[in-house]
């Protein structure tokens, strides 16, 4: 990757639905631009942008790739995606590096659920878009089909530049519409023919559509339209141009990226409609303040993604904004307010890495071993001068499953590893459950579990095991409840021996555990009030019921007695323990559970499934409102339903719905499960196992 000027750099990224084609797109670019000598294969696992072994033994994306190449007197960095939404992390990781990208849609499915996920990413970050329709070649291929939809869910600003020639098995080319000629692929090659006869109406047609949608990025051009003035192939590609950039169009391009048909056009394309970072004009600071992409300039980049690597550690890309950079330098964290040294810097083509003079505004390039510098922080050369442009909004993950490790080696290396897993994975989330003890990973669906999973083995030795969470359960007791209890133990010299009568009483939902003392005449020396609370609140780490923590009650030590010589404060904290467990048998215990509140948003054709799948999992909903064509409704649902929901909703949406929950309160357990939860503890205990 050669050095060169931000007016000569086109940044882009591919994104789709899962299995559109992205990767094998990319790996045709890059044979065409001479950078690879064979076409590889996602299929076979030899394609040059899917080379983490996750990706190969599943045959898809699942992390972002990049790769440079020089076409046209400009350099395209391409950032390959991943197409499935377990993955949606790495999506906005790219859509942060580049100024703009293509939509690749397969030409048999047409406008898919993950099409629109992905046109919504680039649309939060104010990209351009081109639309790439592909497998042109296989059967039941529809470009008409898929044009009308593409502008039935995107509008009029869809503008077809190239139409095909055939389809299926008789697909060979493509008509141009902007320069009304055809041509054919041959041996792998186009040749330039006349427009088939039985395709001029309709590239007649798609030209004026075409033209009416250049003319809404020009107001002269426009009035010379509608005045019916003939308009030139350079006036439309002028329009054309200003439009993608300004995103009041979007070219529509189609081909084979297996065949090999219509992608050397595509890169002509990017060259002369992908806005180059000269033209996006850089970006802006947090508070305003306008970073434009001067390479004189003071250096500001900001980081678009992380690898945590057990033997090179981590691998840090980041997009340069403004300055250059040389090599064996250093840089300030303005995120972190840390300081950071800077060795060669990388360009990164696939897996493989190579090592670069100096960077400048619009290069995407890597560093190794930066220590504290994470996904979306920006870095700047000089640290009065520092500025922040803010951190990426990410998915919320959803899907909770409990990770154990399978020996003790592995639980060893299990702490570290998942740290590092934390480092390069912004869509997953790892904390302990009190009450349970349980480690609990929440991800973004199953395939991404699988995925964290495997790479905690590979990448760090930590083999896990995964399982649905227990659910934390809490205990309480609903009256109020007076207990004596005396200690009292002889072994030979002193003895151990603690008396207390301590009031229990149930208390407000929330209020977690008050102690308080009504002691008179010193029947309980001051030393040991101290050691009674230590001991109820020991004991209530571990409740009577079913072994859950003790919550919303309060004790009031009210009398006792002691002993000169055989009192301690191990004998009161074990007199309190026993006095808790006493009141569990007279104050009515029960068992609580956390109840969620859930908000669930959905197109409104899945309402009804989605209501009644909320009903079924002892829901109760607390309302619904409408907004841009989706229904938001909010639940009350106990976590105990909840851990596989993620999954349910996306297989009952067609992978339309999306969710967001919080821990509202705790209520009291059905009686019913309530019985099998403490049955199901006895039955350990009575075996010798832990809770």
Known sequence: MKPTTPDRIRNIALISHGGAGKT???????FDAGVLARLGSVESGTAALDHDPDEQRRHHSINLAMASFEADDARITVVDTPGYADFQADVVEALAAVDAAIVVVDATAGVEVGTRAVWDLADVRGLPRMVFVNKMDRENA???????????AFGAKIAPVYLPIGSAESFRGYVDVVEQHASVYEGGK????????????VEEARRVSLVEAAAEASDDLMLRYLDGDEIADDEIEAALHKGTREGSVVPVFVGSALKNIGVRELISMIVRHVPSPAEVGGRTTVDGKRIEPDPAGPFVAQVVKTIADPFVGRLTTFRVVSGSLSSQGHLFNATRKEEERIGNLLGLQGKEQENLPKAGPGDIVAVAKLVSTHIGDTLVGDRPAAVDLGKFTFPDPTLQVSVEPESKA?????????????????CMRVHREEGTGETILTAMGDAHVDVIVDRLKRKFGAAVKVGTPRVPYRETIRRPARIDNRF????GGHGQFGHVV??????EPGSGFTFGDRIVGGVVPKQYIPAVEKGLRESMAEGVLAGYPVVDMSATLVDGSYHTVDSSEMAFRIAASQALKRAFTEANPALLEPILEVEVVVPEDYMGDVMGQITAKRGHVLGMDSKDGHQYLRAQVPQAEMFHYATELRSITQGQGRFSQRLDHYAEVPTAIADKVIAEHQAKVGAGEKH
Do not use: C, H
Request: proline share 9%; glycine share 4%; no cysteine.
């Open 488 to 491: 009292k133990r002889q072994t």
């Open 502 to 507: 301590v009031e229990f009483a149930p208390g």
């Open 410 to 426: 592995d639980l060893d290396k299990l702490g570290q590893a998942l740290n590092r897993m934390l480092e390069e994975e912004p």
């Open 190 to 201: 186009p040749t330039e023919v006349p427009i088939p006869d039985d395709m001029r109406t």
């Open 24 to 30: 094998s797109l990319a790996e045709a670019m890059l």
């Open 142 to 152: 529809n470009y008409d089909a898929v044009l009308d939809q593409l502008k039935a």
